[in-house]
């Protein structure tokens, strides 16, 4: 029977199942990635499959297929995906666009021969040094509060540079960067089998409540459908 979606009715949210690979910049899920509400992230998103198809909305407009990529801050909304699909997120700041459009149509939907190809999607010159001692600065804070002056201050930089600096290099808020930090945290927290207020609190989110709404923003998913995936960390 042919896949149908009807946006007038309620479908349950779908749990994601797999194997998340996670590691310092890129995230790859190999299994199912069940549905998702419209929503936009500061990753990359490619969607590799070898057998079924994609159906996703991408600006209102449904579309399906086995090789997507999602650029930085797209809306997009996955309405059906494949049960052993490749999802993988890949930061901004280390990929090269350039290649991953050449490569798409290349790109094996399994992760572990992926693996192989990460390299060559990576961003080919290096970050400014104060963007960099800022980066630094912001890891050695977290979980904590990351005050903006001292940020600047590890950079060499006015709090007004380096909010100028973080939008031109790495095409995100200061806040924006901070919070997507943050969420990495929890996921790797709770995958480690943590409960989700306890990643909550270990990634600097004020209460689980909190967590709920930047995964809802970022990803147009509920926390407990995270409940499937198994973690290995590189």
Known sequence: MAWIYNPTMSYPALPWNGTLLLDAHVAVLHGHAGD?????????????????AWHIEIDGVRQQGQRFWLP???????????????????????????????????????????QDW?????????????????????????????????????????TSQLHRRFQSELAVTLRGWVRW??????????LRGHTLTDSAHAAGFADLAHLSRSLRRMFGIGAAQLQGLQLHAA
């Open 72 to 114: 930085s801050f797209q809306p997009h909304t996955i309405l059906s995906a494949p049960a052993d699909g490749c999802t993988v997120f890949l930061e901004p700041v280390h990929a090269d666009p350039a290649q991953i459009q050449q490569h798409l149509h290349a790109l094996p939907g399994n992760a572990l021969e992926l």
């Open 118 to 158: 990460l390299p060559r999607l990576s961003r080919p010159q290096p970050l400014d040094r104060r963007v960099q001692a800022a980066l630094t600065r912001i890891a050695q804070h977290l979980p904590g509060p990351v005050p903006a002056a001292d940020i600047a201050e590890a950079a060499h930089l006015s």
């Open 36 to 52: 998702s509400a419209a929503h936009a992230h500061y990753a990359h998103q490619l969607l590799l499959s070898e057998t079924a």
């Open 181 to 190: 930090q943050r969420l990495r945290r929890a996921l790797m927290h709770h």
